[in-house]
Structure formats: C-alpha cells, structure tokens
C-alpha cells in the first residue's frame, strides 16, 4: 500500500530557531498534503492544505508567516516552524492525498523547543 | 476546527469484552472515518464509510455511519490486548476533500 514518509521523527531545538520538517510520498504522487498538529491528550487539528505548485492555505488562527510550508514537487511537502517557541512543542503529522480517493498519513513528528 | 463529540473519553475493560464508541456532530459529513494511533505514531486507517446508513467490518471491528449523517459509531467484538490504543473519529465534508475534523479520542485499556 501507499507510504507516507516522515523525518525526523523526533527533534529538539532551542527556542528562536528554525525547525524543517519533511512529508514525502513514497510509491504515489500527492496532489495536495494536509498538515496536523496535536498537544498532548489532545486531537489532530488541521493546519493547513499544501497543493503543488502554488501556495498552501492556512486554517483559522494559524499564523502562516510561522509555519512555512512548501510542496515543491508531488512527492514533497515541508513544513518549517519558524523562531520556535516552547509553545510550539507538539506532534506534527502530514497526510497525503493519493487520486482524491485515499488518505495516507505520517508517522508524524515531536517537536520539542526547550 | 470544530471537534467532533467523542465518547466515552476512555474505557477500561477485561480481555474478551466488547468495546463500542461513537461521534456526533452539529454538521453533516460525507464520509466518517475511524483511525487508531499508537503513542507516537501516526494514525492508522481502521475503517471508511461512504454512505448513510451503511455498516461496515473489518475483522473484528464494526462501524456504521448514521442514517442523519452526524453520527457514527465504532464496536470492537471481542477486545484482546493489542486492541490497546487511541481510537479517533475522523469527519469529511463533501466540500472540503481530505480535510478532516477528528473526535477527541477514546482511550482503550484491555486488562488480561
């Protein structure tokens, strides 16, 4: 079946740097890619829509200045945190859109700003 | 995004029971979805349903997407210790493909 890679897995950075966090499809290509984030105990939330090719949207109160993202290609979405902050520590996780039929997701990312 | 009301927030339960679940919502969706994550991990596809009123098995696991189209439920039959996990309810509007609102999660301790 369809592969969603995710790397890293894990990353620590100091707070006020600049964290890059990579989804890739691995046997498909992905029109569009879909970006998450979850606090501990907590749910996925959507943050935004990634389409090849052209800017992503962003979903309400998501600062999109902070959270760069980029799909350069149809097997490649990026998402950099910008000056990240403790508050920013969470799991991120992409999910990739294969023929607007099937979803595949990451195995996500903890981001952890100390 | 607005969460979907999922419930019971967690359920401790023997080996062998059954385990049942459910979502509402205020609005209406095309397609219910129903994932499980493992701690760290990302989340699993369990089951897709596309229809109202449809009811769907995989394995031991049963899930119907409601005749309203708010609501849907999850059953696990015969509970065993890997069953252990977070189950998510995941809603899709027709308008708004791939985009997904997820339930807050149910907590699911199987006790040998």
Known sequence: GAVVSQHPSRVICKSGTSVKIECRSLDFQATTMFWYRQFPKQSLMLMATSNEGSKATYEQGVEKDKFLINHASLTLSTLTVTSAHPEDSSFYICSASYQFEKLFFGSGTQLSVL | ?112
């Open chain 2, 1 to 112: 995004g607005q969460q979907l009301n999922q419930s019971p927030q967690s359920m401790f339960i023997q080996e062998g029971e059954d385990v049942s679940m459910n979502c509402t919502s205020s609005s209406i969706f095309n397609t219910w979805l129903w994932y499980k994550q493992d701690p760290g991990e990302g989340p699993v596809l369990l089951i897709a349903l596309y229809k109202a009123g449809e009811l769907t098995s995989n394995g031991r696991l049963t899930a119907q997407f409601g005749i309203t189209r708010k609501d849907s439920f999850l059953n696990i039959s015969a509970s065993i210790p890997s069953d252990v996990g977070i189950y998510f309810c995941a809603g899709q509007r027709s308008d708004s493909w791939g985009k997904l609102q997820f339930g807050a999660g149910t907590q699911v301790v199987v006790t040998p």
